[in-house]
Structure formats: structure tokens, C-alpha cells
Nanobody, 122 residues
């Protein structure tokens, strides 16, 4: 599976962005998808995940209520809608895929996108 993330950019505090991640190379079927982020000098951290059927989602506490993860299995695409953005959301955002149920651990994911930079100005 190859993952291509896009949608990052520069936004002011309180603004919104929508990230997209398109999967290619093999069937999207059965894969849970997630978004992680990595700020300068910090470890990569879990942001949100969604299982194959899109029936279950899970969020980092600090983004709950502001971010929404969704997926379109026909388009092989996962999205991260980010609202009420804060400067502390500034990071490179990565999409990731794993077979089976979702995980919050970076080590459980088999495939990674190249990352897209989100910068929130104060």
C-alpha cells in the first residue's frame, strides 16, 4: 500500500484545514487508517484512527471535538477535518495504515505516507 497525504498549509489560530490521504497499490479493504503528527523536536504522536468499516473512531484527547477522521472506501481515501486549530497543532501530519483493528501505537502501522506540514500561526 502506498499512501499519499496532502492538504497541509498555513492557517491562523481558529482556522480549519482538511487533510487527505489516498491509498494505492492494493486493496484498501481491511485496513484501519490513522493520522499521526510530529512537531519539531518531539516524538511522533497519535492523533486519530478509524477502522475499516468506519464504524469506530478514536482521538487524541486534545483534538477530540475539533478534529474528525473519516474515510471513503470507494475512493481509497481517508480524511482529517481539523477545526479550531491552535498553534500547538503545528506539526507534520502523517497518515498510516495497518491490517485489522486500529492502534494508537506508531509501531503497529505497516504503511506510512510522506507527511504534510500544518502550520498554525498565533
Amino acid at each position: 500500500v502506498q499512501l499519499q497525504a496532502s492538504g497541509g498549509g498555513l492557517v491562523q489560530t481558529g482556522g480549519s484545514l482538511r487533510l487527505s490521504c489516498v491509498a494505492s497499490g492494493r486493496s484498501f479493504s481491511g485496513y484501519s487508517m490513522a493520522w499521526f503528527r510530529q512537531a519539531p523536536g518531539k516524538e511522533r504522536e497519535f492523533v486519530a484512527a478509524i477502522n475499516w468499516s468506519a464504524g469506530t473512531t478514536y482521538y487524541l484527547g486534545s483534538v477530540k471535538g475539533r478534529f474528525t477522521i473519516s474515510r471513503d472506501n470507494v475512493k481509497n481515501t481517508v480524511y482529517l477535518e481539523m477545526n479550531s486549530l491552535k498553534p500547538e497543532d503545528t506539526a507534520v501530519y502523517y497518515c498510516a495504515a495497518k491490517v485489522g483493528g486500529y492502534s494508537t501505537s506508531v509501531y503497529q502501522y505497516d504503511y506510512w505516507g510522506q507527511g504534510t506540514l500544518v502550520t498554525v500561526s498565533s
